[in-house]
């Protein structure tokens, strides 16, 4: 049974990984947790929606709120207050995220040119907290510098205690066909903390590919998770060697319009919708049920499209 000591996180998911959803998630076994990026700029002014993204219940599974930001005093600043406030288990750093808007400030996936300088991030938090830190990055910023060795280790000599390496450069973005598993296979062989490898895992086929390329310790799975929560239990089963397990889809649908509601009664309305076109992705009739997603604005909206799903749905 040794596979069941493998991680097999949720990715973080701005929009869409939000409480309700790693609720559903945690129930096919993810192993751990990262709240949708908060901007460390806007917890220090005290921005009160961001604060509300670091909320997480009381899941059993480890919860790391991750913060974006690119000056070392200011993101202390905001895992010192979110820490002191919320429960979690660590503090994640977004050195990733390819977003214009967010690159252009020297913040996300734009730290990877400047490995000193995700040293001193990492440092700073690790002093400013008491729980671990980690690192959440890409292998570079374009493939003229796939400098993702040297920002581990400099995320490592830090105080990092773990790595979560997407495969891709900033100039990838989320493109097809250009995952670099050997490049998170660099990474593993450089540090002694464990790495989570991470990029288009969608079963358990390629989930046991991308571990068995990279020699990671374990997967974070972010877009493989959407319309699909239970993919955690489906890759577990597959590196067991065991079929998959059954699911009741309909239920866990149900459930995830009851938190949604439950958590975030005004944004659930809009943010279901996503959520509906995932769950409905690759279903034959689903060309017949789209206008009534589009338009669907409160729990009984989506309990009529759930109910309308045939029975071999
Ligand atoms: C909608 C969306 C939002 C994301 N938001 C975040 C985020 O807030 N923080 C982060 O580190 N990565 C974020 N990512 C990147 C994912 O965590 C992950 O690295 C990426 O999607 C590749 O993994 P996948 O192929 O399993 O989806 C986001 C990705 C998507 C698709």
Same mark, same amino acid.
């Given at each position: 049974?040794?596979?069941?000591?493998?991680?097999?996180?949720?990715?973080?998911?701005?929009?869409?990984?939000?409480?309700?959803?790693?609720?559903?998630?945690?129930?096919?076994?993810?192993?751990?947790?990262?709240?949708?990026?908060? @901007?460390?700029?806007?917890?220090?002014?005290?921005?009160?929606?961001?604060?509300?993204?670091?909320?997480?219940?009381?899941?059993?599974?480890?919860?790391?709120?991750?913060?974006?930001?690119?000056?070392?005093?200011?993101?202390?600043?905001?895992?010192?207050?979110?820490?002191?406030?919320?429960?979690?288990?660590?503090?994640?750093?977004?050195?990733?995220?390819?977003?214009?808007?967010?690159?252009?400030?020297?913040?996300?996936?734009?730290?990877?040119?400047?490995?000193?300088?995700?040293?001193?991030?990492?440092?700073?938090?690790?002093?400013?907290?008491?729980?671990?830190? @980690?690192?959440?990055?890409?292998?570079?910023?374009?493939?003229? @510098?796939?400098?993702?060795?040297?920002?581990?280790?400099?995320?490592?000599?830090?105080?990092?205690? /773990?790595?979560?390496?997407?495969?891709?450069?900033?100039?990838?973005?989320?493109?097809?066909?250009?995952?670099?598993?050997?490049?998170?296979?660099?990474?593993?062989?450089?540090?002694?903390?464990?790495?989570?490898?991470?990029?288009?895992?969608?079963?358990?086929?390629?989930?046991?590919?991308?571990?068995?390329?990279?020699?990671?310790?374990?997967?974070?799975?972010?877009?493989?998770?959407?319309?699909?929560?239970?993919?955690? @239990?489906?890759?577990?089963?597959?590196?067991?060697?065991?079929?998959?397990?059954?699911?009741?889809?309909?239920?866990?649908?149900?459930?995830?319009?009851?938190?949604?509601?439950?958590?975030?009664?005004?944004?659930?309305?809009?943010?279901?919708?996503?959520?509906?076109?995932?769950?409905? /992705?690759?279903?034959?009739?689903?060309?017949?049920?789209?206008?009534?997603?589009?338009?669907?604005?409160?729990?009984?909206?989506?309990?009529?499209?759930?109910?309308?799903?045939?029975?071999?749905?």
């Amino acid at each position: 049974m040794k596979n069941n000591a493998i991680p097999l996180d949720l990715a973080p998911m701005a929009g869409a990984g939000d409480r309700a959803f790693r609720e559903v998630v945690a129930a096919f076994g993810a192993t751990g947790f990262t709240s949708e990026m908060i @901007s460390a700029k806007a917890v220090v002014f005290g921005d009160r929606n961001s604060f509300a993204l670091a909320e997480h219940g009381n899941l059993e599974s480890p919860f790391y709120i991750q913060l974006f930001g690119s000056e070392p005093e200011t993101v202390a600043g905001a895992a010192e207050a979110l820490t002191a406030r919320f429960p979690c288990d660590g503090v994640d750093l977004n050195f990733g995220c390819p977003v214009p808007k967010i690159t252009k400030n020297g913040e996300g996936s734009a730290l990877m040119r400047t490995p000193e300088k995700c040293r001193a991030i990492v440092a700073a938090v690790k002093g400013a907290v008491r729980v671990p830190v @980690s690192v959440k990055m890409r292998v570079g910023w374009d493939e003229n @510098s796939l400098n993702a060795v040297e920002v581990a280790l400099a995320c490592e000599e830090g105080g990092a205690s /773990r790595l979560t390496v997407h495969g891709r450069t900033r100039a990838d973005l989320y493109r097809d066909g250009t995952l670099r598993p050997g490049e998170i296979a660099k990474v593993v062989r450089a540090v002694k903390i464990p790495v989570l490898a991470n990029g288009d895992v969608r079963d358990g086929e390629s989930a046991a590919a991308l571990l068995a390329q990279t020699g990671a310790a374990g997967l974070a799975v972010g877009r493989g998770a959407l319309g699909s929560p239970w993919i955690f @239990s489906r890759i577990r089963a597959a590196l067991n060697g065991e079929p998959p397990p059954e699911v009741d889809k309909r239920s866990v649908m149900r459930r995830h319009v009851a938190l949604a509601f439950a958590y975030k009664p005004f944004a659930a309305a809009g943010e279901m919708r996503t959520h509906m076109a995932h769950y409905l /992705r690759g279903f034959r009739g689903a060309a017949a049920l789209r206008g009534a997603v589009s338009t669907a604005s409160t729990p009984a909206d989506y309990e009529a499209i759930i109910r309308r799903l045939p029975p071999d749905f």
